[in-house]
């Protein structure tokens, strides 16, 4: 089923929903005349239950921290590995260990068929309609990097404006900032509001005929609020500006298709998706891509070098210099079959549910200040304030409890500022979470408040 929702002034499409959804409500979230969200009542396919045989897939969540068992709520930072992820790269080590596009000999051949085979399951799983339109970076961060001074440095220049958000992780702010001193484009910000929502009732004085690129996060990594993708793409088309979509703390959380979404750039990474470290993509538009300039330079990315210059390699290696992180795109491949395995809609609702849950639980605590819009529209993250408490000091009473949640500014300072804070405590969730464990943060809060009071 491919659910479009219309209204009277924009075309709203979602990421493409799997068929074996039953979708047995729709509800329309309005503010202004704009459609903003869809949530869907999933209920009657979603078995709660699952999550047990699935806990026995990570290792790391038997182990106990501080004597009891430990309570991992830090997704958003980075997520636990499977068995499947860790034995993928476990086998590329133990058998086959090899640098790949180089040898002819077995072992990189089988490198390289493994790696390419894992960009390939990459493509599908965010539909791209190319796996030459995924180039592997370390992680979001480089992704959002290789587009600012690559494309950015190629198509940017002063009376030209960059527009992001005030809810950006710094990863999609400080970039543009850099290449902004060096060559003197301006750069804008969408506000947000009290709620946490992007504030969109100056978007038409924001987002003009001078905006190149329209750059901003799927969902945030503080507030969990979910931003109106297609409505923000359609806004840009129409002034001409290119749509870079920040997906971190989207794609490993629920179905993402870019060929719905429309976006020319989308980047995540690895490791908050159960793969490892050190791999992240870059997806991009075919056309759009071949024009840009390489980033680094190095083997790989060339054609042919000659003394007197050289040329590029095609895509995606054009971007892709030295050695690469093999055995994390391997890892990353197998995550990605993990996710596929369980179900990103089922993950989808699960954090949802927990989420709502948890927002649910924590607003009746004495002092409690929750950050973003309610539970309904929220990604599977609730990030807060206790009054009198630090947020440093909440994360060090929870882990005495064996619960890890972040503290500080999450890498987002704006959006602390906006609230006048400098920082907040997060908890966040994934395929493994519980609804026991959310009772087991709330008693620990709970707990932290008594002892603070006193
Ligand atoms: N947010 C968090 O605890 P990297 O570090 O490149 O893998 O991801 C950067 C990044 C970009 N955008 C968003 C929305 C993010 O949430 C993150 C990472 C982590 O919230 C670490 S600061």
């Known amino acids: 089923m491919d659910v479009w929702v219309y209204n009277t002034q924009s075309l709203h499409r979602p990421a493409r929903f799997s068929e074996t ?4 409500e729709i509800r329309y979230i309005e503010y202004g005349t704009r459609l903003e969200i869809m949530t869907l009542n999933l209920a009657a396919t979603y078995d709660e239950t699952k999550v047990d045989e699935l ?14 068992p430990l309570v991992y709520l830090d997704n958003a930072a980075t997520t636990q590995k499977p068995l499947a992820v860790i034995e993928a790269m476990d086998q590329y080590y133990r058998s086959y260990n090899s640098n790949i596009h180089r040898g002819v000999h077995t072992l990189s051949e089988e490198a390289t068929a493994a790696y390419e085979d894992a960009r390939r399951r990459i493509a599908q799983f965010i539909n791209a309609p190319s796996e030459k339109q995924i180039v592997f970076t370390r992680n979001a ?3 959002i990097n290789l587009v600012a001074y690559t494309w950015g440095r190629a198509n940017l220049g002063p009376g030209d404006e960059v527009l992001i958000t005030e809810m950006e992780h710094h990863g999609n702010i400080v970039p543009w900032q850099i290449l902004r001193d060096q060559i003197g484009f301006t750069l804008r910000y969408i506000p947000i509001t009290e709620e946490g929502r992007l504030d969109l009732s100056q978007l038409d004085d924001l987002l003009t005929e ?9 969902v945030s990594n503080v507030l969990g609020t979910i931003n109106p993708v297609a409505q923000l793409t359609a806004a840009a088309r129409a002034v001409g500006a290119l749509v870079m979509l ?6 490993p959380h629920m179905p993402v298709d870019v060929q719905a979404l429309d976006v020319d750039f989308l980047v995540f990474s690895g490791h908050k998706m159960c793969g490892p470290t050190g791999i992240g993509v870059l997806y991009g538009k075919r056309e759009i891509l071949e024009a840009m300039p390489p980033f680094m330079g190095g083997g790989d990315m060339i054609r042919e070098v000659k003394m007197s210059g050289s040329r590029w390699n095609t895509l995606p290696y054009k971007f892709e210099a030295g050695t690469p992180a093999i055995a994390e795109g391997i890892g990353l491949g197998a995550a990605v079959d993990y996710l ?6 089922w993950i989808w609702q699960h954090e949802h549910a927990l989420a709502a849950y948890a927002h649910e639980q924590i607003a009746q605590i004495e002092g409690i200040r929750i950050l973003g819009p309610g539970p309904e529209e929220r990604a599977g993250l609730v990030s807060f304030t206790l009054d009198g408490i630090h947020p440093h000091d909440i994360s060090a009473i929870l882990d005495q409890s064996g619960i890890a949640i972040r503290a500080g500014h ?18 966040s969730f994934y395929l ?12 620990a809060l709970e707990k932290a408040v008594e002892i603070f009071l006193i």
């Open 55 to 68: 806990r026995n897939d990570f290792p790391v969540l038997s182990r106990l921290v501080h004597g009891v």
């Open 141 to 143: 961060t480089e992704a």
């Open 21 to 24: 959804w039953q979708v047995s």
């Open 410 to 427: 999450h890498c987002a300072q704006p959006i602390h500022t906006h609230y006048d804070i400098a920082a907040s405590a997060r908890a």
């Open 210 to 218: 001078r905006t190149k690129i329209l750059s901003f996060v799927h």
């Open 246 to 251: 920040d997906a971190s703390q989207s794609v």
């Open 340 to 345: 596929n395995a369980v179900g990103m809609d």
């Open 432 to 443: 493994y979470n519980t609804k026991e464990e959310v009772d087991k943060l709330t008693a």
